[in-house]
């Protein structure tokens, strides 16, 4: 049983008859997932990787090259962004126009939650190895800005406005296009929803649900009673 699940997994690792996905949603709306989602069924996924995702489509954008090239042997990606301690960031997910030329017939998740509920993940995120995320987003603007005081307000600011025109973005984009899938993550229904678009596309995906990675304890025990709710 063992043998014929990795000889499956396998298979569909080298399946280059699917489309690929790119999540484009902001980080911290289930990006990872979404990314564990189809890793867990045996799809080659990759997420973040320490900002690599983003730092090579940067270049390979500098240097006129397809913007997945040396990363371009995975069918999934999500968390396109880097944010460096010195207060550097690219957002590779808004350069989806982009990706949809150069990889036809690819497929695109609009992964979208609760803006203040976003915002407030935002300001708590922080790694043992970085620090703050917000603190590092605050290091950015202030080299954009020198002259200014920068505080969380400002990148609070910054948050809403990016958010607004990223979502008026890929509405515009993805207008009278048929590659596009919305999910709220805060909807059982919409989840359920786009893992059934997934399966139409040709993935096996086995579970009907996201896998609750990176949610804390109590977001868990909410989703829990949603699921299994009669209603």
Do not use: C
């Amino acid at each position: 049983m063992h043998d014929k699940l990795l000889i499956t997994n396998l298979l569909r690792m080298q399946d280059t008859s699917l489309p690929k996905v790119f999540v484009i949603g902001h980080h911290k709306i289930a990006t990872r997932s979404i990314h564990q989602l189809f890793k867990v069924d045996g799809y080659k996924s990759i997420h973040w990787k320490g900002g690599h995702i983003a730092e090579t489509m940067l270049h390979n954008m500098r240097m006129s090259q397809p913007l997945l090239q040396g990363i371009d042997n995975a069918l999934v990606y999500s968390d396109m962004e880097y944010v460096h301690n010195d207060g550097e960031f690219f957002y590779g997910h808004r350069l989806f126009p982009i990706l949809d030329l150069q990889y036809p017939g690819s497929i695109f998740i609009f992964n979208t939650r609760n803006l203040e509920s976003w915002i407030k993940s935002q300001l708590a995120h922080k790694s043992k190895k970085s620090g703050l995320y917000v603190r590092r987003i605050r290091k950015g603007l202030r080299t954009m800005f020198p002259d200014r005081k920068i505080n969380n307000n400002d990148v609070i600011k910054m948050w809403r406005h990016t958010w607004q025109q990223h979502e008026d973005e890929v509405n515009r984009y993805f207008s009278g296009k048929n590659n596009l899938l919305r999910v709220d993550i805060e909807s059982t229904e919409s989840k359920k929803q786009l893992i059934t678009s997934l399966r139409h596309y040709g993935y096996q995906l086995t579970s009907d649900d996201l896998p609750y990675v990176g949610a804390t304890p109590k977001k868990r025990k909410i989703s829990d009673r949603q699921s299994k709710s009669p209603n």
